[in-house]
């Protein structure tokens, strides 16, 4: 008689994974849908798009300088590759929101609570990161960058070079300005705590400078322009921790 009811529950194991999978695809596409339809939209604007993101460079090169292009395809490719970069900052919200429709119906309600404003948090860090690089440490760069070159060289940068490292800059800046959400997140999993966190500020003020040192360009203002929003990102996250933890703590208690 056990055997029929193995059975069953084994077919609605299978059945439930189907429709897992199912809503998986369904919210891939979406979100995939999401980025194509900007691409298509911004893909007329491509080359205007690498001329603004050029600017910070093209300011503070010397009189008659300019980008170049040293493979055939990079006029028309590079544009293209940074059309494709910018619908996926632009659907990003769609992507993540896909994403938590999908993980959300399995969490508890405190860990809903929690989720909600650390996943909110994390995408304006990140867009706040790719600004702060953009509009601030970018132009400081390239302004000691032409300074150093040496007498007799001229600097023409390649654009497909140019593009590659100003989205490593702002993945850098961005995944560095999640400070507050990782402090959170490691409370929130018990690995560290309010004391601990204030005891290991000394620690975070070093490793923010060693990490930025490793991260920005060869020049000490860079440096410090990242280093300095770090260790008020983690002050932030601490801040976050007695607002966050405690009343989730609290709720799961009761």
């Known amino acids: 008689m056990a055997a029929p009811e193995l059975d069953h529950d ?8 189907f429709s897992h999978l199912i809503e998986l695809r369904s919210r891939l596409l979406k979100a995939s849908a999401t980025v194509v339809i900007v691409l298509l939209a911004l893909i007329p604007f491509a080359n205007r798009l690498y001329t603004e993101l050029a600017a910070p460079l093209m300011a503070r090169l ?13 006029p028309f ?24 429709a999908f993980v959300s119906p399995g969490l508890y309600r405190h860990e809903k ?55 490593l800059m702002f993945f ?6 999640e400070v507050p959400v990782a402090v959170v997140i490691l409370a929130a999993i018990g690995i560290v705590n309010v004391d601990q966190l204030r005891n290991g500020r000394r620690y975070a003020i070093v490793g923010a400078f ?18 300095v929003p770090m260790c008020f990102l983690y002050e932030l996250g601490v801040l976050a921790v007695r607002w966050l933890i405690r009343p989730a703590a609290a709720s799961t208690a009761e």
């Open 210 to 227: 060693a990490i930025s040192a490793f991260i920005t360009p060869p020049d000490i203002t860079s440096m410090v322009m990242l280093a």
């Open 10 to 17: 084994s077919q609605d194991q299978e059945q439930g994974l």
């Open 113 to 167: 609570r929690l989720a909600r404003p650390l996943l909110g948090a994390a995408l304006l860090l990140f867009y706040a990161g790719c600004a702060f690089a953009y509009f601030l440490v970018l132009p400081a760069a390239f302004k000691f960058l032409t300074a150093v070159t040496p007498e007799g060289v001229e600097m023409m940068t390649d654009i497909t070079h140019y593009l590659d490292f100003v989205m």
């Open 62 to 74: 010397p009189q008659g300088a300019h980008l170049i292009a040293t493979e055939v395809a990079s």
């Open 77 to 100: 490719v590079t544009p293209l590759k940074l059309a494709f970069y910018a619908s996926l900052f632009i659907s990003m919200p769609m992507i993540l929101y896909q994403l938590w």
């Open 172 to 177: 850098a800046f961005g995944l560095c300005f």
